[in-house]
């Protein structure tokens, strides 16, 4: 599709190659509420404009890019690689990693443009990898919808807000979800996301076990099924940091349900973990108890188990993430 590029401008085009889209997003180039245009394609009639910068692999890349998010701004010194391009990279990139706040998102590649346009001819500086965030197996794909990303921009929202009052805490555990969504092993998956979960509920030392299965029945509704489902959550993320076997902790079951058990505890407690730092980063009033130590604290040690399931709203029901178990053909 062709767009026509302001006369001076530096832009930022972050890329999704052959990536499943809802129907809505495959026609027409709409702007996001922030400002951002969301567009089927690159936004130039021949993409070969830009091989001698881009080189013939990365233009492939682009060819069978199917998603694009774009920004652009007036400059009277496009030439100049400056902060303002450091800007647009980071808040598109930012809103690349939360959009992977929810599950089912499926693509092959994805790349982050930096470039100016001088006469409407636009030219690219930067063009970089992203980094590839893995389903977990078993995992259902999902059209990407407006609504998907008018809530990550949301997201990016909350994130910001968490940074400038130095929410240290809240935003390393946000990383590291973010880093178990880019591991590939089920077992190291599901060792960060019960990590990242701590980071919330923020334990006393040497009650982490109880107080885990306890705390995460704020965020998952409480019965005795999820009581069990997060202790064999947290034993196999304990497996894990010894460095044994993930499935330990799921010995009772049978010899071949225990790889499917262990991968269906991974997207229970992934689908818990981005849940709650989704709410975290929606809602102003539940956010200002993260903020700091201290106001994680008086959440869980002050508050009455009832008090905080109002802040916190409909718990989330983890138990109906079903088993997945692979056929074998004989």
Same mark, same amino acid.
């Given at each position: 599709?062709?767009?026509?590029?302001?006369? $001076?401008? &530096?832009?930022?085009?972050? *890329?999704?190659?052959?990536? =499943?889209?809802?129907?809505?997003?495959?026609?027409?180039?709409? /702007?996001?509420?922030?400002?951002?245009?969301?567009?089927?394609?690159? #936004?130039? =009639?021949?993409?070969?404009?830009? $091989?001698?910068?881009?080189?013939?692999?990365?233009?492939?890349?682009?060819?069978?890019?199917?998603?694009?998010?774009?920004?652009?701004?007036? !400059?009277?010194?496009?030439?100049?690689?400056?902060?303002?391009?450091?800007?647009?990279?980071?808040?598109?990139?930012?809103?690349? =990693?939360?959009?992977?706040?929810?599950?089912?998102?499926?693509?092959?590649?994805?790349?982050?443009?930096?470039?100016?346009?001088?006469?409407?001819?636009? &030219?690219? +500086?930067?063009?970089? /990898?992203?980094?590839?965030?893995?389903?977990?197996?078993?995992?259902?794909?999902? #059209?990407?919808?407006?609504?998907?990303?008018?809530?990550?921009? *949301?997201?990016? %929202?909350?994130?910001?807000?968490?940074?400038?009052?130095? %929410?240290?805490?809240?935003?390393?555990?946000?990383? @590291?979800?973010?880093?178990?969504? &880019?591991?590939?092993?089920?077992?190291?998956?599901?060792?960060?996301?019960?990590?990242?979960?701590?980071?919330?509920?923020?334990?006393?030392?040497?009650?982490?076990?109880?107080?885990?299965?306890?705390?995460?029945?704020?965020? %998952?509704?409480?019965?005795?099924?999820?009581?069990?489902?997060?202790?064999?959550?947290?034993?196999?993320? !304990?497996?894990?940091?010894?460095? =044994?076997?993930?499935?330990?902790?799921?010995?009772?079951?049978?010899?071949?349900?225990?790889?499917?058990?262990?991968?269906?505890?991974?997207?229970?407690?992934?689908?818990?973990?981005?849940?709650?730092?989704? /709410?975290?980063?929606?809602?102003?009033?539940?956010?200002?108890?993260?903020? *700091?130590?201290?106001?994680?604290?008086?959440? +869980?040690?002050?508050?009455?188990? !009832?008090?905080?399931?109002?802040? +916190?709203?409909? #718990?989330?029901?983890?138990?109906?993430?079903?088993?997945?178990?692979?056929?074998? @053909?004989?």
């Amino acid at each position: 599709m062709a767009y026509q590029f302001q006369n $001076k401008s &530096k832009f930022a085009l972050q *890329t999704f190659n052959n990536v =499943h889209v809802h129907n809505q997003l495959k026609q027409e180039a709409f /702007r996001l509420s922030d400002g951002i245009r969301v567009m089927p394609g690159v #936004p130039v =009639h021949n993409l070969g404009v830009w $091989k001698e910068w881009l080189g013939s692999i990365r233009m492939e890349n682009l060819e069978v890019a199917n998603l694009v998010l774009f920004v652009e701004e007036p !400059s009277d010194n496009p030439e100049i690689f400056d902060d303002v391009y450091e800007r647009l990279g980071d808040d598109l990139g930012r809103l690349f =990693h939360l959009m992977h706040l929810r599950s089912g998102i499926e693509y092959h590649g994805a790349d982050l443009l930096l470039g100016s346009s001088e006469q409407s001819t636009p &030219k690219i +500086w930067r063009m970089s /990898r992203q980094p590839t965030f893995f389903p977990s197996k078993g995992c259902r794909r999902a #059209p990407v919808t407006k609504e998907w990303l008018e809530d990550a921009i *949301t997201l990016c %929202a909350g994130v910001i807000t968490l940074e400038t009052n130095k %929410a240290e805490r809240v935003i390393r555990g946000l990383d @590291t979800l973010l880093k178990g969504l &880019k591991e590939k092993a089920g077992q190291n998956r599901l060792h960060q996301f019960v990590r990242s979960l701590e980071a919330l509920i923020l334990p006393d030392e040497g009650k982490t076990t109880k107080q885990f299965t306890h705390r995460c029945q704020t965020f %998952a509704r409480a019965d005795h099924d999820t009581q069990s489902l997060l202790q064999e959550a947290f034993k196999m993320r !304990s497996a894990t940091e010894h460095l =044994h076997p993930w499935d330990n902790a799921v010995q009772h079951y049978l010899v071949e349900q225990r790889e499917a058990v262990c991968w269906q505890r991974t997207r229970q407690i992934e689908h818990l973990a981005c849940d709650a730092y989704s /709410r975290v980063l929606r809602n102003a009033a539940l956010r200002k108890h993260f903020v *700091t130590d201290d106001a994680i604290a008086n959440f +869980w040690k002050k508050l009455s188990d !009832s008090e905080r399931r109002s802040l +916190w709203g409909d #718990p989330l029901d983890i138990t109906l993430g079903p088993l997945v178990q692979e056929r074998v @053909t004989l």
